[in-house]
């Protein structure tokens, strides 16, 4: 299994990006997709996740309200729209697939939020 992210950038505060990653592969069953993020000096953060079928998602406290998770199954294309930036928002965005159990990586997407 290959996951390939993209959409990171620099962004102003109070803007917006959207987060691709299409994972390729062997992929059975239900599955779970997502994002991490991890900015300089400090621990890695689970943004959000979502499962196969779309019922359940969860977002960390920071950005609900603010970070939308969404998939297309037909594609194995997860999405994270991201408004209402800010610049504690700015790391390193990972996008993950757990399948059978077992954890797949993409390569991480820088995210800067900055005037």
């Known amino acids: 299994v290959q996951l390939q992210a993209s959409g990171g950038g620099l962004v102003q505060p109070g803007g917006s990006l959207r987060l691709s990653c299409v994972a390729s592969?062997?992929?059975?069953?239900?599955?779970?997709m997502g994002w991490y993020r991890q900015a300089p000096g400090k621990r890695r953060e689970l943004v959000a996740s979502?499962?196969?079928?779309?019922?359940?998602?969860n977002y960390a406290d920071s950005v609900k309200g603010r970070f939308t998770i969404s998939r297309d199954n037909a594609k194995n294309t997860v999405y994270l729209q991201m408004n209402s930036l800010k610049p504690e928002d700015t790391a390193v965005y990972s996008c993950?697939?757990?399948?059978?159990?077992?954890?797949?990586w993409g390569q991480g997407t820088q995210v800067t939020v900055s005037s």
């Open positions: 993950y697939l757990i399948n059978l159990g077992k954890y797949y």
């Open positions: 592969g062997n992929i059975f069953g239900v599955n779970a």
């Open positions: 979502i499962v196969s079928n779309g019922g359940y998602r």
